[in-house]
T-cell receptor, first 115, second 115 residues
Framework: DAGVTQSPTHLIKTRGQQVTLRCSPK?????VSWYQQALGQGPQFIFQ???????QRGNFPDRFSGHQFPNYSSELNVNALLLGDSALYLC??????????????FGQGTRLTVV | AQTVTQSQPEMSVQEAETVTLSCTYD???????LFWYKQPPSRQMILVIR??????QNATENRFSVNFQKAAKSFSLKISDSQLGDTAMYFC????????????FGTGTSLTVIP
């Protein structure tokens, strides 16, 4: 089992550009959540996808959007990049988002640097 | 709103000794879960231990145990017989049962195990 895989591992973008990050959940998992972890901080919840719909959203602007595909993989898109978007972006997968007795598994993240 | 506070940015412990990491949280929820996650340099968040708020008994996982004080909203992690592989960032996290699989993380404690 490959676990949660994220791509790319590192990315450098210019301010104002758009970026797409990808996540493949652990086998058998159907829910994907995205987190932003700024340097020296804990991860902050961006949003969560289940059955190809955004189910929950944290306090992030509309520049952050996502998508979930029928195979449960997910993308995180960020438009009009700001320097403050530089962070580690973590993906977590779990089974059925409302079932809190299941363990969430995290990927190794994508390090985004905006210059 | 839910907040998680870790007041120890950095800690160190001698190999084979015991160390305790502190965490406090604030919530008006009655049904929730608490977690400790480990983030080594590989960046992948790894679940260390989990506590259901309705359980009075403190959770234990091998060398890891918690002291859960619900009234005080305190959730500390004790690591016994510290090993070099325990060196990592440790994050305390909270999850509401009502929202499922959406974590609120603290700012983390950097733990160094000294040989």
């Amino acid at each position: 089992d490959a676990g949660v895989t994220q791509s790319p591992t590192h990315l450098i973008k210019t301010r104002g550009q758009q970026v797409t990050l990808r996540c493949s959940p652990k086998s058998g998992h159907d829910t994907v959540s995205w987190y932003q972890q700024a340097l020296g901080q804990g991860p902050q919840f961006i949003f969560q996808y289940y059955e190809e719909e955004e189910r929950q959203r944290g306090n992030f602007p509309d520049r952050f959007s996502g998508h979930q595909f029928p195979n449960y993989s997910s993308e995180l898109n960020v438009n009009a990049l700001l320097l403050g978007d530089s962070a580690l972006y973590l993906c977590a997968s779990s089974l059925v988002f409302w079932q809190t007795n299941t363990e969430a598994f995290f990927g190794q993240g994508t390090r985004l640097t905006v210059v | 709103a839910q907040t998680v506070t870790q007041s120890q940015p950095e800690m160190s412990v001698q190999e084979a000794e015991t160390v305790t990491l502190s965490c406090t949280y604030d919530t008006s929820e009655n049904n929730y879960y608490l977690f400790w996650y480990k983030q080594p340099p590989s960046r992948q968040m790894i679940l260390v231990i989990r506590q259901e708020a309705y359980k009075q008994q403190n959770a234990t996982e091998n060398r890891f145990s918690v002291n859960f004080q619900k009234a005080a909203k305190s959730f500390s992690l004790k690591i016994s017989d510290s090993q070099l592989g325990d060196t990592a960032m440790y994050f305390c996290a909270f999850m509401k049962q009502s929202t499922g699989n959406q974590f609120y993380f603290g700012t983390g404690t950097s733990l160094t195990v000294i040989p």
